[in-house]
């Protein structure tokens, strides 16, 4: 039965695999590459990205050479940016400790910054030929329909049995396309919510099918809903500069942003808050509209100010006026769109 599945599965991806710029090539620094981004976002969004990443970067020596910087600029707007960091020390890693190249044993893979074992299975079995699963959502879902899971797959134990599942089901014969061909079935057919089980290569051997619960699974831990925070985004100009702050923060560290005060000012309040947060002195201060940005564990709720300091004011430890141009070359996050915006068009008016 189990052979039979992998043949099934396999014949179903030689007809309908996706034609995506990192398959095809057994390119271990390429594998890592895709798979880092594409988590938690979508192939289509990744393309792009992939594409200059590696123009700019063909190697992993290129990557680990790099400043950190440009990797962050290549990855604007990509989200999760710890990704990108974890990557680029990865990369650092893999030159100075394994003479430039990636290792194929997914123990000494797991060792490296940024990869985990679902990038270890995905690299050692697609790159490499290694019989590994490599489990990420889309697989657990699979998996865990397929087998007839109906525990939640948040309990650790649950979870090191999907895992060992997944592993019994991976061929020693094209583990890497058996990996993605688990993937594609996953995103397109085996899709949360409600699968399209009657085009699905799979349902001849598949539990949940056969009992017609497969919209129940799998069973997800119960999600605590993101913490709503209050800032006041301050767009602080001065002689046709405004300034900026690169975050230290775990969260979006590197990356360039307006200064932030916690909480709700009033543009009244507003030059005591900022003189008390960065000895700046500022006037004409305007409130300039709201924005929102969601990410998984919070939401920023954003109200932007603008806000004159005087012409030779210094910028704060941490901080630079920068001039249009400047701005452009920093990698400021997708949280600053809004802000980005209005700060491009005040900066041209000056
Ligand atoms: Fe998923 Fe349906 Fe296929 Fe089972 S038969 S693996 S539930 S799509």
Redesign the pocket.
């Known amino acids: 039965m189990k052979e039979q599945c992998q043949r099934l599965l396999l014949d179903w991806y030689d007809k309908n695999a996706r034609e995506l710029p990192w398959r095809g090539i057994h390119d271990p620094y390429r594998t890592w590459v895709s798979e880092t981004m594409l988590q938690q976002t979508r192939v289509e969004t990744v393309r792009g990205y992939y594409d200059r990443f590696l123009k700019r970067f063909p190697t992993v020596q290129a990557l680990a050479e790099a400043p950190q910087d440009d990797v962050l600029k290549l990855w604007e707007g990509l989200g999760y940016y710890s990704r990108a960091r974890n990557l680029h020390k990865g990369a650092q890693q893999v030159v100075e400790q394994y003479a430039g190249v990636i290792p194929s044993d997914p123990a000494e893979l797991r060792r490296i910054s940024g990869i985990g074992p679902y990038t270890a299975g995905a690299i050692a079995s697609i790159a490499y030929d290694r019989p590994i699963p490599a489990v990420d959502g889309n697989v657990i879902?699979?998996v865990s329909?397929?087998r007839g899971i109906r525990e939640n797959v948040g309990v650790p134990s649950v979870r090191r049995l999907l895992e060992a599942e997944a592993a019994s089901l991976v061929p020693s014969n094209r583990p890497g396309d058996f990996n993605q061909a688990l993937m594609d079935?996953g995103s397109g057919?085996?899709v949360p919510g409600t699968?399209?089980?009657e085009?699905?290569?799979?349902?001849g051997c598949?539990a949940?099918?056969a009992d017609g619960d497969?919209d129940e699974?799998p069973v997800l831990p119960r999600k605590n809903p993101p913490r709503q925070l209050r800032y006041d985004v301050c767009l602080i100009l001065s002689g046709g500069r405004i300034l900026m702050r690169q975050r230290t923060e775990a969260m979006l560290s590197g990356l360039w942003v307006y200064p932030m005060l916690e909480g709700q000012n009033t543009v009244s309040r507003l030059p005591a808050a900022v003189r008390k947060a960065w000895k700046l002195t500022v006037s004409s201060v305007r409130a300039e509209g709201e924005a929102r940005h969601v990410f998984t564990h919070q939401v920023w709720n954003m109200r932007l100010y603008v806000m004159e300091a005087e012409e030779q004011a210094h910028a704060p430890a941490g901080m630079r006026f920068v001039s249009p141009e400047e701005m452009e070359a920093l990698a400021i996050p997708t949280a600053m769109r809004a802000a980005r915006a209005l700060a491009v068009k005040l900066l041209r008016g000056c």
Not at 199 to 203: E, I, S
């Open positions: 879902r699979v329909r397929l079935l057919v085996c699968p399209s089980c085009r699905c290569p799979l349902k598949c949940a099918f497969a699974l």
